[in-house]
């Protein structure tokens, strides 16, 4: 008598990552400041300002009303950009100043995660003109960004039509575990960030990296691990296999002017030292 054997294999899995401060020891935006300079898309006076803009993102991040008001500002800034134009000026640069602030905690973790069959998904507020490539870099899977309303110009309206931030990361991951299978509660997530919050609390296994004061304590408070990444390696040494093209990336959400998001947080910055004075 034939015996019929069913298919009980598991739903599938994925580990969710924020890109600046937890997988790249940056901002991913400011790191361009130089190469957008030189490429006419800042003054001189904004691209050194960007080093202050770096310093202060690196000491206490931005918290909710700061990311806010970047984003109103910057949504105006981009207007008119050419999209093109900052996508060569990334892939240009991306290995030369991307490459050595990887984090080799992070590297050694994406690879662990593959290696057990997980999907590997960034998840940045980063725009994807910076954050696509980063991910291919990386051999992510999957990028979520924020996406800004294009013209038939090929420029920037200014217009945000998606902001990958906050609660709307939660959304995202939740509607791409619909769409691929994922079993959330056997997922994973990382991030240094308490605006991350929602999207940590949306997988079973939620991860600190480098916490934020806020992030932190509720971790600690919460019982989630708490990891700290501080050893920033060429991603070609640590991984000679991501160096190579890695599976196409299906790219969730997309685009906002990396340039934009520069100047940014460089008017806030300045406007900050300002109000200092």
Known sequence: MLRVVENHSLPRTAAFFDLDKTVIAKSSTLTFSKSFYQGGLINRRAALRTAYAQFVFLVGGLDHDQMERMRE????????WNVQHVKEIVAETLHELIDPIIYDEAASLIERHHTAGRDVVIVSTS??????????LLGADRVVATRMIVGDDGCFTGEVEYYAYGPTKAEAIKELAE??????????????????????????????VNPDRTLRREALTRGWPILDFHRPVRLKKRLPTLSVPPRPTLVAAAAIGAAAATAGLVWYTSRRRGSAV
């Open 127 to 136: 725009g994807a003109e910076v954050v696509e490539p980063i991910g291919e």
């Open 179 to 208: 769409t691929e299978g994922y079993d959330l509660a056997r997922c994973y997530a990382y991030s240094d960030s308490a605006t991350d919050l929602p999207m940590l609390e949306a997988v079973g296994y939620p991860h600190a």
């Open 73 to 80: 500002y910057l949504s105006t800034l981009c207007r008119g």
